[in-house]
């Protein structure tokens, strides 16, 4: 640390001084931390010496809950882990639970998918950059980016009818085929985005605020990356490049072509730029997804699974039967168990299913990548500053919804 | 590497001391006793063709009842709980993954939070939803739930709308136990 | 304005309850107590395209020494029940709760061992907000349904 150097004719007074350390509470109502989080700081002047996290503050039982209800009632639930990017959870979800069935969507499902949870990716990092920002005292990023962000919630209530809670994935695809007109305003948003998301980069990227606010503050290494099990944009920031939609491609990822975006450091500067890149990207593949859209049913053509058209539901006995099977039976999977994986806009979002052939899970564990990522916080702050809480806690993207399900 | 092709190795190195497989949808798992956990997990990551290096997942289960449509298994009768360890290779872009079978609350897991850092508040998310304890943790208290909460909620035998009312905030200090090394 | 048609002098008459409400409606200091969904949806409520700010509650204060209006915006479970009860007593008199979104009023569904089930088991509210989460359209109708409860409360009785 730096002691100012005192002027001449000043004495120090302390012969047997006594220091101590200070211990911050920085509690869960607050406003940096975007959540429930608690943070406690143990410093030293302005110094942090040791740091110590708290979860749970916004645990309500997701994984009980999903052993007390059908698995399509489960895709509600879902949504409302990762509450800024919803209707990805709620894909990964169904996604996890047609692996276990041996089922596979359609391929226009499919699509739809993959536009849906690019749109939730932008989402997402809209508002993990604006609060981020607003932390750091820049306001008008989180307008501007505010703009993106309800023009994607615009999209997603003439989707669904929902702005956030969309309830739009169901076992077996999706539950309605994209309105007229749709995407048509899709492609307009995302002229519009590029304009709005290139604003804010071109404003902070050169900002000299932001640079010293951000460069080289709380750098995580590579080994320690991944002795904590960290992933996404997280991960990628430290220099490894790892996109489950690029190794481990599924709905129809491998078709669509875009990069995956790699920064060195590892510290606050590169998680936050690493974001803007992945709009981009997002951008493109949505672009991509939208010309070459299948045509085909939007759901699998299976009656254990999904329900019935509605005229056939009032004309036919059989399908009134199928459909009153499946909602008050549920849809039953085989015995067994899955682990399944996507890339969700933290990292890797991961659900463990286990079945005993009846139409409720007997056990749904959630690997949410903001977990791993916030186990790593309080030893990344050893070192730093006060100040550096509020930056590098917005740069690691922590949704309390994901963290303590 | 093939999934199944894993399997084979595990049960060439370890033989008896596996005590089960699976497989199902394309994905393979072993499983094994809490005592041979660390020889196992740095197995798969030390092997040169395995080289199992992240840790992706810490997940407890609790089977009591299971099965109750009648058909006997007599393996997962034996113990009740299991730790699934999902193990993912980051050079090799494979996974797998490994099964701990603990016979009830009394058996301990030893800790890998010396090996791979993240173990740490997974391990301790299962010993607050299960009350599984693990020997060598650092930190071992609860995580999701408040510290006056009595039980261990993701057993079956806890009933979901039991609910225990907090009457007083935390306020024990973070920073009293040394929870890195 | 019967009365001062007839003056020459630019003076209003009323009474005190009136211009005191008058100047508390319209200008509240939100605390944003968010914890989930229902937060974002707030950052929408408060951004451009919904503006809140135009009913006056725009100065949102998160230190709850200097606010008036507790938004509890999301589920409230066990472990945050005394954080939010000590927020609230730490708010100055006078003060009014909004509980927006459906797992604030009710502990929404979530029906188990972690959720409170409803904040009116830990503090007064005022008005309920349903949706999960509400539109920004509802959260905009509440502030303006409290600033017609205001209007009609009598300022002794905040003692």
Same mark, same amino acid.
């Given at each position: 640390?730096?002691?100012?150097?005192?002027?001449?004719?000043?004495?120090?007074?302390?012969?047997?001084?006594?220091?101590?350390?200070?211990?911050?509470?920085?509690?869960?109502?607050?406003?940096?931390? +975007?959540?429930?989080?608690?943070?406690?700081?143990?410093?030293?002047?302005?110094?942090?010496?040791?740091?110590?996290?708290?979860?749970?503050?916004? =645990?309500?039982?997701?994984?009980?809950?999903?052993?007390?209800?059908?698995?399509?009632?489960?895709?509600?639930?879902?949504?409302?882990?990762?509450? $800024?990017?919803?209707? +990805?959870?709620?894909?990964?979800?169904?996604?996890?639970?047609?692996?276990?069935?041996?089922?596979?969507?359609?391929?226009?499902?499919?699509?739809?998918?993959?536009?849906?949870?690019?749109?939730?990716?932008?989402?997402?990092?809209?508002? $993990?950059?604006?609060?981020?920002?607003?932390?750091?005292?820049?306001?008008?990023?989180?307008?501007?980016?505010?703009?993106?962000?309800?023009?994607?919630?615009?999209?997603?209530?003439?989707?669904?009818?929902?702005?956030?809670?969309?309830?739009?994935?169901?076992?077996?695809?999706?539950?309605?085929?994209?309105?007229?007109?749709?995407?048509?305003?899709?492609? *307009?948003?995302?002229?519009?985005?590029?304009?709005?998301?290139? %604003?804010?980069?071109?404003?902070?990227?050169?900002?000299?605020?932001?640079?010293?606010?951000? *460069?080289?503050?709380?750098?995580?290494?590579?080994?320690?990356?991944?002795?904590?099990?960290?992933?996404?944009? $997280?991960?990628?920031?430290?220099?490894?490049?790892?996109?489950?939609?690029?190794?481990?491609?599924?709905?129809?990822?491998?078709?669509?072509?875009?990069?995956?975006?790699?920064?060195?450091?590892?510290?606050?500067? %590169?998680?936050?730029?690493?974001?803007? %890149?992945?709009?981009?990207?997002?951008?493109?593949?949505?672009?991509?997804?939208?010309?070459?859209?299948?045509?085909?049913? +939007?759901?699998? %053509?299976? =009656?254990?699974?999904?329900?019935?058209?509605?005229?056939?539901?009032?004309? *036919?006995?059989?399908?009134?039967?199928?459909?009153?099977?499946?909602?008050?039976?549920?849809?039953?999977?085989?015995?067994?168990?899955?682990?399944?994986?996507?890339?969700?806009?933290?990292?890797?979002?991961?659900?463990?299913?286990?079945?005993?052939?009846?139409?409720?899970?007997?056990?749904?564990?959630?690997?949410?990548?903001?977990?791993?990522?916030?186990?790593?916080?309080?030893?990344?702050?050893?070192?730093?500053?006060?100040?550096?809480?509020?930056?590098?806690?917005?740069?690691?993207?922590?949704?309390?919804?994901?963290?303590?399900? | 590497?093939?999934?199944?092709?894993?399997?084979?190795?595990?049960?060439?190195?370890?033989?008896?001391?596996?005590?089960?497989?699976?497989?199902?949808?394309?994905?393979?798992?072993?499983?094994?006793?809490?005592?041979?956990?660390?020889?196992?997990?740095?197995?798969?990551?030390?092997?040169?063709?395995?080289?199992?290096?992240?840790?992706?997942?810490?997940?407890?289960?609790?089977?009591?009842? /299971?099965?109750?449509?009648?058909?006997?298994?007599?393996? !997962?009768?034996?113990?009740?709980?299991?730790?699934?360890?999902?193990?993912?290779?980051?050079?090799?872009?494979?996974?797998?993954?490994?099964?701990?079978?603990?016979?009830?609350?009394?058996?301990?897991?030893?800790?890998?939070?010396?090996?791979?850092?993240?173990?740490?508040?997974?391990?301790?998310?299962?010993?607050?939803?299960?009350?599984?304890?693990?020997?060598?943790? @650092?930190? !071992?208290?609860?995580?999701?739930?408040?510290?006056?909460?009595?039980?261990?909620?993701?057993?079956?035998? /806890? @009933?979901?709308?039991?609910?225990?009312?907090?009457?007083?905030?935390?306020?024990? !200090? !973070?920073?009293?136990?040394?929870?890195?090394? | 304005?019967?009365?001062?048609?007839?003056?020459?002098?630019?003076?209003?008459?009323?009474?005190?309850?009136?211009?005191?409400?008058?100047? &508390?409606?319209?200008?509240?200091?939100?605390?944003?107590?968010?914890?989930?969904?229902?937060?974002?949806?707030?950052?929408?409520?408060?951004?451009?395209? #919904?503006?809140?700010?135009?009913?006056?509650?725009?100065?949102?204060?998160?230190?709850? &020494?200097?606010?008036?209006?507790?938004?509890?915006?999301?589920?409230?479970?066990?472990?945050?029940?005394?954080?939010?009860?000590?927020? #609230?007593?730490?708010?100055?008199?006078?003060?009014?709760?909004?509980?927006?979104?459906?797992?604030?009023?009710?502990?929404?569904? #979530?029906?188990?061992?972690?959720?409170?089930?409803?904040?009116?088991?830990?503090?007064?509210?005022?008005?309920?907000?349903?949706?999960?989460?509400?539109?920004?359209?509802?959260?905009?109708?509440?502030? #303006?349904?409290?600033?017609?409860?205001?209007?009609?409360?009598?300022?002794?009785?905040? &003692?």
């Amino acid at each position: 640390m730096n002691t100012p150097k005192l002027p001449a004719g000043v004495e120090t007074v302390a012969q047997n001084e006594v220091t101590e350390t200070l211990i911050v509470n920085i509690g869960p109502s607050h406003p940096i931390t +975007h959540g429930t989080l608690r943070v406690q700081l143990e410093l030293d002047g302005e110094t942090i010496l040791r740091a110590g996290a708290e979860i749970g503050y916004l =645990h309500r039982g997701y994984e009980k809950q999903s052993e007390t209800v059908f698995y399509n009632m489960v895709v509600p639930y879902a949504e409302r882990m990762n509450y $800024c990017s919803t209707i +990805h959870n709620a894909s990964a979800w169904c996604y996890a639970v047609e692996q276990l069935m041996g089922i596979e969507a359609p391929p226009r499902a499919q699509a739809i998918r993959v536009i849906t949870s690019e749109m939730a990716r932008i989402t997402d990092h809209c508002v $993990c950059l604006g609060a981020n920002m607003v932390d750091l005292g820049a306001l008008t990023n989180f307008w501007y980016l505010n703009n993106v962000r309800e023009k994607m919630l615009f999209l997603f209530q003439e989707l669904s009818g929902a702005r956030m809670m969309t309830n739009y994935p169901r076992i077996g695809g999706v539950v309605q085929d994209l309105p007229d007109g749709w995407i048509a305003k899709l492609r *307009q948003s995302m002229e519009d985005m590029k304009g709005l998301v290139g %604003d804010v980069k071109d404003l902070v990227s050169n900002n000299r605020i932001f640079i010293d606010r951000t *460069q080289g503050v709380c750098p995580t290494t590579k080994e320690r990356a991944l002795s904590f099990g960290w992933t996404g944009p $997280c991960l990628r920031s430290t220099g490894l490049s790892m996109d489950l939609r690029k190794d481990q491609p599924y709905w129809g990822y491998e078709r669509y072509d875009f990069k995956v975006p790699v920064y060195q450091n590892g510290d606050t500067m %590169d998680r936050l730029l690493i974001r803007f %890149d992945e709009m981009e990207e997002s951008r493109k593949i949505i672009l991509q997804a939208l010309d070459k859209l299948p045509d085909g049913p +939007h759901l699998v %053509d299976d =009656h254990l699974v999904v329900l019935p058209e509605k005229d056939k539901v009032y004309n *036919q006995m059989e399908a009134l039967i199928n459909h009153f099977k499946l909602v008050m039976h549920g849809v039953r999977p085989p015995k067994g168990e899955i682990y399944s994986f996507t890339e969700s806009p933290n990292g890797e979002l991961g659900f463990y299913i286990i079945s005993d052939g009846s139409p409720r899970a007997w056990r749904v564990r959630v690997r949410p990548p903001c977990f791993a990522n916030y186990s790593a916080f309080p030893q990344m702050l050893q070192g730093a500053m006060v100040a550096d809480v509020a930056a590098a806690l917005g740069s690691i993207n922590i949704i309390a919804g994901e963290l303590d399900r | 590497m093939d999934q199944s092709q894993i399997t084979d190795r595990l049960k060439a190195r370890f033989g008896e001391r596996i005590l089960s497989t699976y497989a199902m949808c394309g994905q393979e798992a072993v499983t094994i006793l809490p005592a041979d956990l660390v020889e196992v997990l740095t197995f798969l990551r030390d092997e040169p063709e395995l080289r199992f290096n992240m840790l992706m997942d810490v997940g407890g289960v609790d089977y009591l009842g /299971y099965g109750g449509d009648g058909e006997d298994e007599d393996e !997962l009768r034996s113990h009740r709980f299991e730790i699934a360890y999902q193990m993912f290779s980051y050079d090799l872009r494979h996974r797998y993954r490994v099964k701990v079978a603990v016979k009830d609350d009394s058996v301990e897991v030893p800790s890998l939070w010396e090996i791979w850092r993240g173990a740490n508040w997974m391990e301790r998310e299962v010993y607050d939803m299960f009350g599984i304890r693990f020997t060598g943790h @650092p930190n !071992l208290r609860r995580i999701l739930n408040h510290d006056d909460f009595v039980g261990h909620p993701l057993r079956k035998d /806890y @009933p979901i709308t039991k609910r225990q009312k907090l009457s007083r905030p935390i306020d024990h !200090l !973070l920073t009293d136990k040394q929870e890195w090394a | 304005m019967g009365l001062e048609s007839q003056l020459d002098n630019p003076f209003l008459t009323t009474t005190i309850d009136t211009v005191v409400n008058w100047g &508390r409606k319209y200008s509240m200091w939100p605390l944003p107590f968010g914890t989930a969904c229902c937060a974002v949806e707030f950052m929408g409520v408060v951004g451009p395209k #919904y503006d809140i700010s135009r009913f006056g509650a725009e100065l949102v204060r998160f230190s709850p &020494r200097q606010a008036d209006l507790l938004l509890v915006m999301g589920t409230v479970t066990q472990k945050m029940a005394p954080i939010l009860k000590q927020i #609230y007593d730490q708010m100055p008199q006078p003060k009014w709760v909004v509980s927006m979104g459906a797992c604030a009023s009710s502990g929404g569904f #979530y029906d188990n061992y972690s959720v409170v089930q409803g904040i009116d088991e830990i503090i007064p509210v005022d008005i309920y907000v349903a949706g999960c989460p509400p539109t920004p359209e509802n959260v905009i109708g509440a502030v #303006y349904k409290l600033q017609q409860k205001i209007s009609q409360e009598k300022v002794a009785a905040w &003692r």
